[in-house]
């Protein structure tokens, strides 16, 4: 199709209207617009267009904000053409358009649904013709939030088609766009067939199902009932699929249709949503979320088993599954746009943990999900706000109490009033190279503390800092201690890295050279929550670490538990053999120290002593000690 360039043209006569809307507006309090604009041919023209409807629409109608949404149609992906306006796209209202491009009739549809007296949306999609080609479909949902009459529900509906025709420079003079309250014709019948159902199965398609989603979820918010939403994908249809034909697999999503209509009530929505997959909304199952959750699961489950019965094709039967993800609504912190992604989440989840299962969608996972977000982003910028800081435990001689020197545990204030454990946040930050920015500014705070208590004369003997994984297989490892080591004026003799057996396992060659190299000017080694990892001795033996530490978990228990009181007895006989000092983590207890001390283990740190302290009360500590 050649499409000319539009010259604004009398043809269009529509102004008229266009005005005396304009005079009506300001009866309309808060306008929300939602225009979206399908057209398969996918053209930058279009992307002009509408830019101009968009500019024109807000100056003129004075609209509060106007949300666009363009797609256009590479048959499998649906590609926003609008980057600027993508982050005001809500990512669950994509149009499937294989459907509608079968379209040739130039009939019209216009959907005024008043939900109530004050808030009134409407719903239109328009047909757009050049000649007798429909060359495309625009989908506006308005929501007119004043005590409007329709009359001017119905003029505002007009100006938007004027506007349309009026921007519409593609076409030359035969564009149409369709905008009527007329009697239902045949045509019109069959245009409302093809923009909301699916043509092969007769079931409620994507657009519908969004438009009932949001209906359904308002209702039950009102009226205090809990529904659900069902997501189906079905198992092992793509084997059938590529197997034996296209033809046969529509075959079967047309019989997994009918059969999807058997089990819920009538009431109940169901969708499909494309390829195979299908969505059922339960609304309003009960007012009790508790037996709405086994309502659903007993329906679901009921689905899985109709649906893995066989297929009849030329005399053989074909089997196929399907996993379903449920979500309960309305929800806290839920909308309704939400719902349709969480129960592919967890359509997801059943898939994964071996298909013909069904899951609910867990809201304590995505809350742990947000949460983990939170801290990540405000982590981000915690050492730039000052909101680290370092405690020390101090660490002592088990046979006579001497100390023998300080672990520096990195402590956090967000905000300067919350604090987040560390169990919490060095997680977060493992997963990602912030640890390694967080890993240099303990060690460059530690150290500098370290000397500062040296010019005071508080003589601590050892520093001991933890350094990750992550961060110490980071290229740029050593000469980051060497450059804290220069700057701080910090003695490499008094510095002890503490490291987990991970660092080892997974690049042996490359640790063992890291740690030779800091080794040879003066640094030491302990591995740190000796016991709970791989504890490989092969790996230890190679190992030029000065010191193994005893996880916590082993000390807990003692006297109590035998077993734990004989690992650690092996760890020491064991350590001892190969030369490594141990310090048992964890000691609260005078019955625990007691027995270190009969297992003759070196060192202990432990509330028993002291908690972590501050700079400060650490250096008190250490003075009081030292008379
Ligand atoms: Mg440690």
């Known amino acids: 199709m050649i499409i000319e360039p539009y010259n604004m043209s009398d043809k269009c006569n529509m102004t008229h209207t266009h005005d005396k809307f304009i005079a009506k507006s300001a009866q309309l309090n808060h306008v929300l617009l939602q225009l979206t604009v399908i057209d398969w041919r996918g053209s930058d023209e279009f992307v002009g267009f509408v830019d101009d409807i968009v500019n024109e629409t807000k100056q003129s109608l004075s609209l509060v904000d106007v949300h666009i949404q363009l797609f256009t149609d590479t048959f ?14 809500n990512p669950n209202h994509v149009f499937n358009l294989t459907e509608l491009s079968q379209l040739h009739s130039r009939s019209e549809v216009v959907q005024i649904i008043a939900q109530d007296d004050v808030l009134k949306t409407i719903n239109l999609t328009v047909p757009l013709f050049n000649h007798n080609d429909c060359i495309g479909v625009m989908h506006f949902n308005g929501i007119i939030e ?18 349309i025709q009026r921007n519409f420079r593609l076409m030359d003079n035969e564009l149409r766009y369709g905008l009527s309250m007329l009697t239902a014709s045949q045509s019109q019948e069959e245009f409302h067939r093809l923009a909301f159902f699916d043509s092969l199965t007769g079931l409620a398609n994507r657009r519908l199902l969004n438009q009932t989603i949001e209906t359904q979820y308002q209702l039950a918010k009102k009226n205090q009932v809990v529904g659900a939403l069902l997501f189906i994908d079905l198992d092992f249809f793509k084997a059938i699929n590529d197997s034996l034909g296209h033809a046969v697999g529509d075959g079967i999503l047309v019989e997994v249709a009918e059969r999807l209509k058997e089990i819920p009530r009538p009431e109940d929505f169901i969708a499909r949503l494309g390829g195979d997959e299908f969505v059922i909304l339960l609304a309003d199952l009960s007012e009790n979320p508790m037996h709405a959750e086994q309502h659903a699961n007993l329906l679901a489950e009921q689905l899985i088993e ?19 993800g449920v979500t309960l609504f309305p929800s806290k912190d839920q909308h309704a746009d ?9 359509m997801y989840q059943a898939k994964s943990n071996g298909r013909k299962k069904v899951y609910f969608f867990d809201v304590k996972m995505q809350r742990k999900a947000d949460k983990r977000l939170h801290i990540y ?27 023998i020197g300080v672990e520096a545990l990195v402590r956090w204030h967000l905000g300067g009033k919350q604090q987040i454990s560390p169990a919490e946040f060095i997680p977060i930050a493992e997963e ?23 010019l005071q004369g508080v003589n601590v003997p050892q ?32 510095l002890n890295l503490e490291i987990t057996e991970s660092v080892v396992i997974e690049h042996a060659e490359d640790a063992i050279r890291k740690m030779t190299d800091l080794k040879n000017i003066g640094v030491s080694f302990a591995v740190d929550d000796f016991g709970v990892g791989y504890s490989s001795l092969s790996y230890l033996k190679r190992l030029p670490a000065n010191e193994l530490k005893i996880d916590r ?9 035998v077993s734990d009181m004989a690992i650690v007895e092996a760890v020491l006989a064991m350590a001892k053999h190969m030369g490594f000092n141990v310090t048992a983590e964890g000691v609260e207890s005078r019955q625990q120290l007691e027995f270190l001390q009969r297992q003759q283990c070196s060192f202990y740190q432990g509330f028993y002593a002291s908690k972590p302290l501050s700079a400060e009360y650490l250096a008190l500590y250490i003075k009081r000690l030292q008379g």
């Not at 992550?470 to 003799?493: A, W």
């Not at 978990?553 to 538990?561: L, M």
């Open 432 to 454: 990602t190279d912030l640890i390694i920015d967080i890993g240099i500014w303990v060690l460059q705070a530690a150290c500098r503390q370290f000397v500062e208590w040296q």
């Open 463 to 494: 520093l001991s800092v933890n350094v990750s994984t992550r961060q110490f297989h980071d290229n740029n490892f050593v000469d980051s201690v060497l450059m804290v080591l220069e700057e701080t004026g910090m003695d490499p003799m008094q």
């Open 553 to 561: 978990s082993f000390i807990q228990n003692i006297p109590y538990n």
């Open 306 to 324: 109709r649906i893995s019965q066989p297929y009849l094709y030329k005399g053989q039967a074909l089997y196929i599954g399907a996993s379903i």
């Open 76 to 89: 499998d992906n649906i590609i926003p053409l609008l980057p600027q306006y993508l982050s005001r796209v």
């Open 377 to 403: 982003n405000c982590l981000k910028s915690a050492i730039a706000k000052n909101e680290l800081f370092l405690h020390y435990q101090p660490q002592h001689m088990v046979q006579n109490g001497e100390i």
């Open 146 to 163: 004043s005590d409007v009459p329709s009359s001017t529900t119905l003029s505002f509906c007009h100006a938007i088609g004027s506007l």
């Open 338 to 346: 939400d719902l349709l992604k969480q129960a592919d989440t967890a």
